[in-house]
Each structure stands twice: as C-alpha cells, then as structure tokens.
C-alpha cells in the first residue's frame, strides 16, 4: 500500500469539485465546498484553477435566501474539450462527438466500401464536425474505437482478431498522427456491456432489494457471439483482454461434427457456431422455417406440420442461447444477465421467456435475466462513455502533475 | 484540516503505518516516514493514534554505544485474534491466530452429529481461546470453511452439501451465542485464497482455482479479491452443459453437465471401465507408468482424462481469461506435470487465450490457511473502517 499524502491529491480534488458540478449543473462556491466536504478556501482555489484552465465559467448569480449579497454561480464549460467515440464494422462507421462534461453534439454515419476508406471518413468527419463547432483540433481529447476482437488491456490495441481487416492494424497509428490525439481501441461487446450497464437494464433493472445490479453480464447474440462483463460497476476484461470470449466454448449440438479431431462425441461444435447467426440460420432451414420467423416464433401460415416445426425449433434456439448464458452466469453468478444483439431484439420477450425455462433446466438459482434497453447505438454510445472517462482521467492527471 | 484530509489522516495513514509495521519486526519513526511517503509529523501521529488504540506498543531495544537509540515500535500481538476452521465430514480443525497472523492454538475435533453443530463450533471456539491465553472480548473475526453455497447477502447456507440441517440459521446461531462476527465461507473460495497469497497467486492480478474432485468448484480471485457472486453461487460449474461423449455412462448429478465429465466419480467410471481400477489417483499413477512403456490403453485413458479436464477448465478460461488458473483435485495431482502437460495441450485446441495452467502449490490445510488469512484481511480491514 502506498500513502496517500495532500500534495498528491490535488487531482482527486479537482476531479471532486468537477463531478459535483456534472451531477449539479450550476453552483456557488460554498455548495461546492459543501457537497465535496472541502474547506472553502481549498474549493474555492480548485474553482479558480478549474475556471483558469477553461473547464468552468462563472454563469451569473443565484439570489441568497438569507437577503445577504447573491453569490456567483458557477457551471461546466460545454466547449472546453470534446471526446470522440467511433463504432466500425465491416459495412459502416459511426462517429460520435461530445463535450467533455457529456453532451452529445453529434452523431454521423456513413457506409465504408474497403478499408482505406475508413481511416479518411474519421478525419473528414471530425475536421467538418469542428469547424462547425468552430473548435480548435486540440480541444479534441480522446477517441475510442470499437470493433471486434480482443483488445489488448494494457496496450488499448488489438490484439486478436478472427477476421483482421487492414484498417484494425492501422486506424489507432494512423489516427493518431493526423488527429494528434490519444486513441483507444476497445471490444464492442465491452462497449455494449458498458452502455448497458450506464444507460440501459444495468440501470433500470435493479436487484430485489432496490440495490444496483453492480455485476452484469451482457450476453451479445449477433453475427458473432461473447459476453461483457461488468463487475462492481466497472468493465472487466480479464487478463489478456479474453474476458467473456463463449464463442469458442464447446457446444453440445445435434447434427454437427466434431469440434475436434479423436473426440467421442458426435454432437459437438462451439457456441458461435451453433448460436451465431449463421447457425441460427442453419437451425431455421434444418426446420424448414425462414430464419426471422424462427426467432419471432411467428408463422403466416398455421398448418400443423409448421407448428410442429416452429416449436421445435423454437426451442433448439431458447435451448441453445441457454447455453451461452450458463457459462456466465455460473461462473459469475451475477446480479444480472442481459441478453442483447439481432438475435434477441427479433425475438424479443416471448424469446426470453423460453430462455428462462430452458436456463432453469441446466441447474438451480438460475440467474435473472432481461432484455436489452440501450437499442442500436449500444456500441457507439459505449464507445463515447470510455472516451468521456479516459479524457477526464487525463485531465485531471495533468493536472496533479 | 478539512473534513475531506481529516478522513485521510485518520484512517489511511494509520492504516498505511499499520502494514509496514506487519511487514516488520519493529521500526523507527523515521524508518516508518521513509518506507510510507509520510512526512515525519503524519507518521508520528498516526503512530501515536495506533499506540493510542492499543495496536501498536514500543519495544525494549539494546542501546548502542553513541548514546540512546530511537525508539522502535512493532505491533501487539495480544490486541486481537481471529480463528478459521475447515469443516468436512466427521471432522473439524479449528486455529486461531493473533492479529499479527502468529498461530496461537489449534486443535482437532470429531464432528459427528449435525443437529448438535451450532453448540459445537461454538464450544471448539471457546477452548481455541482458551488454548491461546485470549479474551473472547478480543476475537475480531471467525471464518468456517465448509462445502456448501452460502449468500452473502444473509451469510447462511443456501445449499449445504455436508449438513442439510445448517440451512438458514446456523450463522445466525453462532453470531448470537458468540456474540461476535462469525462467517461461514465456502471451502473451494478459502483454497483459492490460500493459493492466492501463498501459491502461484503471488504478484497476479486474476487467478481462478479449479478444484475437480467429489464435485467440481471454482474460486475467483479477481484483483486480489475474492468473488463469490451476488448470490454466492459464483463459480459453481458442476452444472455447466458441456458435450458428452456418447454414450456415457451417468454419475449422481445433473445430467449432461461438466460435474459428468471431470468430477472424480465421472473419471471413475472411464477408468473402472479402461482395466484401472475404482481410485482415479492410483488409476493415473498406473497409466502414467505404462505409457512410458509405449501402453497403448494408458495413452488413451491419460488422453481421455486430460480431454475431460481440459473442456471444463476452458470455460473458466474463456469467461475470465485469469493470468494463472490453478488446478487441484485427487487425480489432477497424482498425474503431476506429465498430466498438467497433456490437459496444457487439451486446451489450446479449445481455447486461445494465454492462461498459465498450474497445479495447486499449497498442500498443507489450504482450506484452513485460506481461512485464517481471510479471517485476518477482514479483520485488519476492519480496524480502521468508518
């Protein structure tokens, strides 16, 4: 253990008297001392620095309610620095623009057709966003790029990845050169898992107690398939950034060959392939049933071979996305477990009910689960939330040095 | 001083001061400055605030020759105790210990009738304090270890393997007539711990103990700290649904789940049938022996072992992708590393991720050093809390 000595607090301080002003919007400066239980002169010198340093204005005055003189009040600069977060795949890029102190100022998307396109669309989109905001680039703090594959925790870069367009290797090096400015990669599924955990059911279901489910699990059912995990509030992502990876997990399914050579069983493959969606698509013609209508559990037609068809493969599917989240839940027992991506926003609540029933099967105290609240954006969003606490982390470190 | 450095001064910086003086047999004020970052003023008084509470006392020290020396200070060892135990089928060992982590008694008890356990244990603490000259006034912390789930959230046995009849009251019964706090932990999660601090734990952020035995366990400690989930079923993957070979032949357990393929009894049943005999340790031994004499059945009994072993052990990779992931369990060390290097290869096939796999390096009572050390951090840790 370290010690903890005043000078190098300053930071912690600052960092303080910022978050007081986020959660409170406008304040003088004794309701900052009071809310950060610092003296007043110790509040009122971060305030001036913090005023100095361009991240606070004085925005008028607050009438005393003891007919003494009004006091100044004090708030957040919108304009003192920005972040920016960028989701990518291999179809589109989205980018995301906000203020330090957590306004969205813009969003813009646009289709990428090969890969040396993606690196021009983040520059062009950044130069027109900040001339439009008639910033300077150096107001730019952070960028966080989400993508697939598993990011390197200490590093911020990829690490691995099944299929590794050139624009993975470069963008962080190459962004960084143009833009002058740290840039982070970091696993969209993580992403999602964060947005989830802020903004979504992380936040809207609580534990029966009333209390915040601090460890949740985001279970993403999508072309690829993995897990986030957030425990006591924070994303953890293991030890070499490998947290959370199920798609590799053996899987027991019927009419697959063998995962691997000299096994004795005939049913087995990994959960990507028998839960990605291709496999879901598999599923689905296995049964004959177009895949959406699969996963909705609703047919046009109600003949009884269909019905047939549809229960059975209804319930392969719950089945099997029980599967993927046995694993975490076990292992993590956590307060929550959050099922996510295309997969499930299709099959929406009759899907999970199933699942519920086919989770309860595997073993006792299955864990709670419900859908995902945070839609499309997931990753996006993600993205700016770890841009947001990355630059304000720099900021404040900057300042203590 | 604001309310803000108040709180600093009062717990942090004792609490700093405090771990360096467990770190040594007794130190100077200076010296105390030196190692903590404190300035001397800060040291002194927290010091003086440990001296104070009685955690703390000046040592006799020899004089040197240039006259007298600073006065040196270590901790009392007599300002509190904790006491562990490791409970299993008809036996208790229970230990108790200073707070300086010094052992002062141990003793062994036969455990035989259930529905007399509360009234037990809570006699085996009274003589442990007996035993080690201590008041109960000074015990700061019982940790029991046992098989079983118990949810943290109320500290009672939602699943008790050994004795059905502990549910829902046995910590309550003994936090009332002890009238001190009292815990029960599951006996995998104190191995973890133990391996934690005293195995391959040492210096590693994320380690997972998987101990494949009677039943299947895991012990998440992640960043140094245990996890035991929100409802204290965490790592409890006996009943993950894995592929089995086919057919198989069905042990007590659920079906289809990881508990069917690498517990002890699954394993048994795959040696029983391969000509090894019904002790999964003795069987790999054998088989280990044989094929270094080119035996093509051991070959595949070892293979079948590590397989089975290596497909489990690959969740705990994939979902928490630990640095290191110790193994434990009567057949994981009788095949030692000649085993551990067959299940290394198993999981590379399954899984990528780096993980170091490891067998488990503490022998000596895991269950109950687990114990004692988690009794003592929560102790500590409660010394300078609020």
Request: glycine letters at 8%.
């Amino acid at each position: 253990m370290t010690a903890v000595t005043f000078d190098s607090s300053g930071a912690a301080l600052a960092r303080a008297v910022f978050n007081a002003l986020l959660d409170h919007a406008t304040l003088t400066r004794a309701a900052i001392a009071e809310l950060t239980g610092l003296s007043r002169v110790t509040a009122s010198g971060i305030v001036d620095q913090l005023i100095h340093r361009g991240f606070v204005t004085h925005v008028g005055a607050l009438a005393s309610n003891t007919g003494g003189p009004s006091a100044r009040a004090y708030a957040l600069s919108d304009d003192s620095a920005y972040v920016l977060g960028i989701a990518v795949d291999g179809y589109r890029i989205a980018i995301m623009t906000a203020s330090v102190t957590g306004h969205i100022v813009s969003r813009h998307e646009e289709p990428i057709d090969d890969d040396e396109a993606v690196s021009p669309a983040v520059e062009r989109a950044v130069t027109n966003e900040f001339s439009k905001l008639n910033a300077p680039l150096d107001k730019l703090k952070y960028i966080v790029i989400g993508a697939s594959g598993v990011i390197d925790p200490t590093a911020h870069e990829l690490a691995f990845a099944v299929n590794s367009p050139s624009w993975k290797s470069n963008l962080a090096a190459q962004l960084r050169r143009s833009l002058r400015c740290p840039v982070a990669f970091e696993n969209d599924v993580n992403l999602a898992a964060l947005a989830e955990s802020r903004f979504g059911a992380g936040a809207n279901v609580p534990n029966a107690d009333g209390s915040r489910a601090d460890d949740m699990v985001l279970v993403w059912l999508d072309e690829g398939i993995a897990c986030g995990v957030i425990l006591g509030g924070r994303l953890y992502r293991g030890a070499a950034g490998w947290a959370g990876e199920i798609a590799f997990l053996p899987a027991h399914v019927d009419g697959w060959a063998d995962f691997e050579r000299g096994t004795q069983s005939s049913r087995t493959t990994t959960l990507q392939r028998a839960i990605g969606s291709r496999g879901v698509v598999a599923l689905a013609q296995g049964h004959e049933l177009d895949p959406d209508v699969l996963i909705r559990h609703a047919a046009a037609t109600s003949s009884g071979e269909t019905h047939d068809a549809l229960e059975a493969g209804f319930t392969e599917l719950a089945r099997r996305i029980a599967l993927a989240v046995a694993g975490p839940a076990f292992v993590f027992d956590p307060d929550l477990v959050v099922l996510a991506g295309r997969t499930v926003r299709l099959g929406g609540e009759r899907l999970l009910e199933r699942v519920r029933q086919e989770l309860a099967a595997i073993g006792p105290a299955p864990a709670r689960i419900a859908l995902s609240e945070t839609g499309p954006d997931a990753i996006l969003t993600g993205s700016m939330l770890l841009a947001l606490v990355r630059a304000r982390d720099e900021l404040f470190e900057e300042q203590a040095a | 001083m604001t309310t803000f450095e108040a709180a600093f001064a009062r717990h942090l910086n004792p609490r700093v001061i405090y771990d360096q003086l467990l770190d040594h047999e007794s130190l100077t004020r200076d010296e105390l400055s030196t190692l903590t970052g404190l300035t001397r003023v800060a040291a002194s008084a927290s010091v003086e605030h440990l001296v104070g509470r009685g955690l703390a006392l000046p040592v006799e020290t020899a004089h040197g020759e240039g006259g007298p020396a600073a006065r040196r200070y270590a901790l009392t060892p007599t300002a509190g105790y904790v006491i562990a135990a490791q409970i299993t089928h008809g036996n208790v060992t229970m230990a108790a210990a200073d707070l300086t982590g010094v052992l002062a008694a141990k003793l062994e008890l036969p455990f035989e009738d259930p529905d007399d356990a509360a009234s037990m244990l809570h006699r085996a603490v009274l003589t442990c304090l007996d035993t080690a000259g201590a008041d109960i006034a000074r015990l700061r912390r019982v940790v029991l270890g046992s098989p079983g789930v118990i949810d943290p959230r109320t500290g009672e046995f939602a699943f008790a393997s050994l004795l059905p009849t502990w549910k829902h009251t046995i910590t309550a019964e003994l936090r009332s007539s002890l009238d001190r706090p009292v815990v029960f932990e599951n006996d995998v999660n104190l191995a973890a711990m133990a391996e934690a601090r005293f195995g391959h734990g040492q210096g590693v952020r994320h380690l997972v103990f998987a101990l494949l035995a009677d039943g299947l366990g895991l012990g998440l400690v992640i960043n140094g700290r245990l996890r035991r989930g929100r409802r204290g079923w965490a790592g409890e993957f006996g009943y993950l649904p894995v592929p089995m070979p086919v057919p198989y032949v069905e042990v007590d357990g659920m079906p289809n789940s990881a508990h069917q393929l690498a517990s002890v009894p699954a394993i048994r049943v795959v040696s029983e049938a391969m000509g090894f005999g019904s002790d999964t340790a003795v069987a790999v031994t054998t088989a280990l022996a044989a094929s270094a004499r080119n035996d093509a059945t051991a070959e595949a009994f070892l293979d079948e072992v590590a397989r089975r072993a290596a497909l489990v052990v690959s969740h705990a990779c994939l979902l928490v992708d630990p640095e290191v992931l110790v193994l434990d369990g009567p057949y994981l060390a009788a095949g030692g590393d000649a085993l551990l290097d067959r299940i290394c290869v198993a999981v590379a096939r399954i899984s990528p991720t780096p993980v170091r796999l490891a067998l488990a390096e503490v022998h000596d009572e895991p269950i109950l050093r687990g114990a004692l050390q988690t009794a003592l951090e929560d102790a500590r840790e409660t010394l300078f809390a609020g």
